[in-house]
């Protein structure tokens, strides 16, 4: 038979299902498909598991809150001027402010606590909060009596309180932290707990006074030193400090023997010491109540050498060296101030000076001639360094208060009672001399 006579079937048409396994068949008859295959069924497995994942591990909202708590503080920073022994302590003043979300709330506690905390990075037990961290109630507000109802809105409840002068500052230091918190809590009869918690940073400013001179004296030698010094530095900021030496010379019929100083070496310490107590269930740890853990640190905040800057005179009777330089604390190395806290946690800061001295004998004759002996001393000198934070206009609470009553003054005195005359007629030159 002709070729040109044959008939052929036609092709019916397949359905979508059919075409994508026969395509799916043939893309897996080659071991390149077989490979891609495998690595996209390892990334929609993964895909799978992570949405799995992400949607069993999405946070669970608990129930909206009837109502919320803010602290608002109105008065000026808190600021204890002075030491604790005369300081007069700061006032504390704001409002508490509830804020009801519904048509109404009812409470049947209502309160806010002013809390002290020491914490100390180095506690008896490791693992126990209570050896972590203990708590003292400074004062405690009662807002309500029995069972409140507030409507829809914002109620405000103001508070004070005086800080008394011997509260130690906010500390927060390598082994150990003092805080201040504010803590409010609201109870509906549901048992539905609204709390707010605000810190509140107290500082200690001491006034500046007079300078500070002191004494120190290096036998065998006749050397003595007086340095002066601020009564108070600050985190930020120079303070100078003035330095003179005497008896660094002595004659010796035509020879003088002298003192010269050829290195000096100043650094200014942080000394840092905490007394973790225990707590009631960790007591035998440390040997019985009322002992604990001494942990100590020391930093160099600053440290500085000079090898000129000092003025030298050794024609005066027995030889005289006198300098003064400045020095600083740097911001980068976080300073604390002073405290020592009855709670046991202690920080004072030092002055060490250390000066590098070497003999010489020097011809009265010719004073060109220096020859030295070979002989050389360290003078090392340490001073203490109170560091606050500065006082500003150094005006406390009870300066700035308003005259009490018992300190108005008397009123001005008042008219006197006024008469009708009744008698004769006045001459007119009387007249015109009263009018």
Not at 195 to 214: I, Q
Not at 230 to 258: D, K, L, S, Y
Not at 289 to 301: C, N, Y
Request: aromatic fraction near 6%; include cysteine.
């Amino acid at each position: 038979m002709p070729f040109y006579n044959q008939t052929f079937p036609l092709a019916r048409p397949q359905s979508s299902q059919h075409r994508n396994s026969f395509a799916e068949k043939v893309s897996l008859s080659s071991p390149t498909s077989r490979a891609e295959h495998k690595v996209m069924d390892f990334f929609h497995h993964k895909e799978g598991k992570d949405k799995r994942k992400s949607v069993s591990g999405s946070p669970k909202l608990g129930p909206a809150k009837p109502a919320k708590l803010e602290i608002g503080i109105e008065s000026p920073p808190l600021v204890l001027y002075g030491p604790i022994a005369s300081s007069t302590g700061a006032l504390l003043s704001g409002q508490l402010i509830l804020s009801v979300s519904e048509d109404e709330v009812q409470l049947q506690h209502f309160e806010m606590q002013l809390l002290a905390k020491t914490t100390t990075k180095k506690p008896v037990s490791k693992d126990c909060p209570d050896c972590r961290t203990q708590t003292c109630e400074l004062f405690k507000w009662k807002f309500l009596s029995e069972l409140g109802r507030f409507p829809r809105g914002r109620h405000s409840f103001p508070f004070s309180y005086l800080l008394p002068g011997k509260l130690p500052a906010t500390t927060n230091s390598g082994l150990g932290a003092i805080d201040y918190v504010l803590s409010a809590k609201a109870v509906t009869p549901l048992q539905d707990n609204i709390l707010v918690e605000s810190p509140l940073k107290v500082y200690r400013a001491l006034l500046p006074g007079n300078d500070r001179t002191s004494l120190r004296i290096f036998p065998p030698t006749n050397i003595t030193a007086t340095i002066i010094l601020p009564p108070v530095i600050h985190p930020i900021g120079e303070f100078n400090v003035q330095m003179r030496i005497a008896g660094c010379a002595e004659n010796e019929g035509t020879t003088q023997r002298r003192w010269r100083i050829r290195k000096m070496n100043t650094r200014i310490e942080e000394h840092t010491k905490m007394i973790s107590p225990p707590c009631p269930k960790h007591v035998h740890k440390v040997g019985g109540e009322g002992k604990g853990i001494l942990s100590t640190e020391t930093r160099v905040l600053n440290i500085q050498d000079y090898k000129d800057g000092w003025k030298s005179d050794f024609d005066t009777h027995g030889g005289l060296i006198e300098m003064e330089f400045p020095a600083s604390i740097k911001p980068s190395s976080h300073p604390i101030c002073d405290v020592d806290a009855p709670t046991g946690l202690s920080v004072t800061h030092n002055l060490v000076l250390e000066l590098i001295v070497a003999e010489e004998v020097v011809s009265l004759k010719n004073t060109k001639f220096v020859t030295p002996t070979g002989t050389a001393r360290v003078l090392r000198m340490q001073f203490v360094l109170i560091l606050t934070e500065r006082s500003g206009l150094g005006i406390s609470w009870d300066e700035e208060q308003p005259p009490m009553y018992d300190d108005v003054p008397a009123s001005p005195p008042s008219y006197a009672k006024m008469i009708d005359y009744e008698g004769e007629p006045l001459p007119d030159d009387e007249l015109a001399r009263l009018s």
